[in-house]
């Protein structure tokens, strides 16, 4: 009995310790405020980390935030020059009678291109949407097709297009991860577009003055805050995409994303956007362990006509961690061994590990900085020989 009482105290004691250094671990990570909202992230787009989460899988409407992905259709179609910005769409029927928001566009119009696209940003224009995704798209039908079929390319699990305007309709759903993933996509994939998303004015003429701001307030408050874009419906409430970009010493720019779904007003939804990016901005530092095409690591190559190989990432590598904290950084680099040639530029080849005190903090992938051909024969028969001997 004695024995077995020794037993069970020793577990106690364990458990009581591992309760206690895991409120400490979780003590050291900085808690994100209080936020009025169903759901919501914190993504930190130039470290590729989420910062902080609230039910950020939780399937929700996304309202007017269908306009990102109709936009990133859009803008694929400009970008591979399948349309252009002085060409003119036809309004039709359809578009001219949308509900909702509007550009007050009417039927018969021929409106320019990038028009529709600044009245689906800046008004959140229903009727401009419709007429972009038949323009594009043929019809609308195609057109949400296409807008699920680029949501399976990107990886947005969660997510399921009904509309190309947002409008309340059953099976039309996302998630706070799957938007925070395609409003980083949209920023990374065209920044020569991303631009009308900071526009806070803008009128088609002869459509009525006092529908000319943008309905994103953080433009108006925060001259950091370049987008980019509002969503409301019952359903969903109030819901703001936010994006922000601050220059810090020794790190440059860094930019910022909220998503916050279901606030009680559109004065909340800014204010609760707010309250996060500036959370993110002071709870978390980012620091620069890399620059842009810095070689991490530059390893032997077996079999290639050059005896070494640079592996790193194409833009700098940064991480964001608790503030005051960068010293508890560690970095390890985990890669084939042997390498054995041929590689191509920007082909995928380890993994860059960093931990903080121990703990992991994110992986980055390692990619080849320069291309690696194939050695000769006699070339590729030594090494050949020296991997044997090996």
């Given at each position: 009995?004695?024995?077995?009482?020794?037993?069970?105290?020793?577990?106690?004691?364990?458990?009581?310790?591992?309760?206690?250094l895991c409120a400490f671990a979780s003590a050291q990570m900085p808690q994100?405020?209080?936020?009025?909202?169903?759901?919501?992230?914190?993504?930190?787009?130039?470290?590729?980390?989420?910062?902080?989460?609230?039910?950020?899988?939780?399937?929700?409407?996304?309202?007017?935030?269908?306009?990102?992905?109709?936009?990133?259709?859009?803008?694929?179609?400009?970008?591979?020059?399948?349309?252009?910005?002085?060409?003119?769409?036809?309004?039709?029927?359809?578009?001219?009678?949308?509900?909702?928001?509007?550009?007050?566009?009417?039927?018969?119009?021929?409106?320019?291109?990038?028009?529709?696209?600044?009245?689906?940003?800046?008004?959140?224009?229903?009727?401009?949407?419709?007429?972009?995704?038949?323009?594009?798209?043929?019809?609308?039908?195609?057109?949400?097709?296409?807008?699920?079929?680029?949501?399976?390319?990107?990886?947005?699990?969660?997510?399921?297009?009904?509309?190309?305007?947002?409008?309340?309709?059953?099976?039309?759903?996302?998630?706070?991860?799957?938007?925070?993933?395609?409003?980083?996509?949209?920023?990374?994939?065209?920044?020569?577009?991303?631009?009308?998303?900071?526009?806070?004015?803008?009128?088609?003429?002869?459509?009525?003055?006092?529908?000319?701001?943008?309905?994103?307030?953080?433009?108006?408050?925060?001259?950091?805050?370049?987008?980019?874009?509002?969503?409301?419906?019952?359903?969903?409430?109030?819901?703001?995409?936010?994006?922000?970009?601050?220059?810090?010493?020794?790190?440059?720019?860094?930019?910022?994303?909220?998503?916050?779904?279901?606030?009680?007003?559109?004065?909340?939804?800014?204010?609760?956007?707010?309250?996060?990016?500036?959370?993110?901005?002071?709870?978390?530092?980012?620091?620069?362990?890399?620059?842009?095409?810095?070689?991490?690591?530059?390893?032997?190559?077996?079999?290639?006509?050059?005896?070494?190989?640079?592996?790193?990432?194409?833009?700098?590598?940064?991480?964001?961690?608790?503030?005051?904290?960068?010293?508890?950084?560690?970095?390890?680099?985990?890669?084939?061994?042997?390498?054995?040639?041929?590689?191509?530029?920007?082909?995928?080849?380890?993994?860059?590990?960093?931990?903080?005190?121990?703990?992991?903090?994110?992986?980055?992938?390692?990619?080849?900085?320069?291309?690696?051909?194939?050695?000769?024969?006699?070339?590729?028969?030594?090494?050949?020989?020296?991997?044997?001997?090996?």
């Amino acid at each position: 009995m004695k024995t077995k009482f020794k037993s069970w105290r020793t577990l106690g004691l364990a458990a009581v310790l591992s309760m206690v250094l895991c409120a400490f671990a979780s003590a050291q990570m900085p808690q994100p405020p209080e936020v009025a909202a169903r759901s919501y992230v914190v993504l930190d787009i130039t470290a590729n980390q989420i910062l902080a989460a609230k039910d950020i899988d939780l399937a929700v409407e996304p309202a007017s935030l269908t306009k990102l992905m109709s936009a990133y259709v859009v803008f694929e179609a400009l970008k591979s020059r399948k349309i252009d910005l002085k060409q003119t769409f036809s309004v039709s029927e359809r578009a001219a009678k949308m509900a909702g928001s509007r550009m007050f566009i009417d039927a018969q119009m021929k409106v320019p291109v990038e028009d529709l696209v600044k009245g689906m940003i800046v008004q959140s224009g229903n009727d401009a949407t419709v007429a972009l995704a038949e323009g594009v798209g043929g019809s609308v039908a195609h057109f949400v097709d296409m807008m699920n079929a680029q949501a399976k390319i990107l990886g947005l699990q969660a997510t399921t297009y009904k509309n190309p305007e947002g409008l309340t309709e059953p099976g039309h759903t996302t998630t706070a991860r799957d938007l925070s993933q395609l409003a980083s996509r949209l920023i990374r994939d065209f920044p020569e577009y991303v631009g009308y998303y900071a526009l806070k004015k803008y009128r088609y003429e002869g459509t009525p003055a006092a529908n000319d701001s943008n309905r994103n307030l953080l433009l108006f408050r925060d001259p950091t805050v370049d987008g980019l874009k509002t969503g409301h419906t019952d359903a969903a409430g109030y819901c703001l995409v936010a994006t922000a970009k601050r220059d810090f010493p020794n790190v440059g720019p860094r930019r910022l994303l909220t998503v916050l779904l279901g606030a009680v007003s559109d004065n909340a939804r800014a204010n609760e956007s707010q309250k996060l990016l500036n959370w993110g901005y002071t709870a978390y530092e980012a620091v620069k362990l890399f620059e842009a095409n810095q070689a991490v690591v530059t390893p032997a190559v077996w079999k290639g006509q050059s005896a070494n190989l640079k592996l790193g990432q194409p833009n700098a590598i940064v991480v964001a961690v608790p503030a005051g904290s960068a010293a508890q950084l560690k970095t390890r680099v985990d890669r084939p061994d042997p390498l054995v040639a041929p590689f191509i530029r920007g082909q995928v080849v380890g993994t860059l590990r960093v931990t903080r005190a121990g703990q992991p903090m994110v992986d980055v992938p390692l990619m080849a900085l320069e291309t690696v051909e194939q050695a000769g024969l006699w070339g590729r028969a030594w090494d050949a020989l020296r991997l044997w001997i090996q």
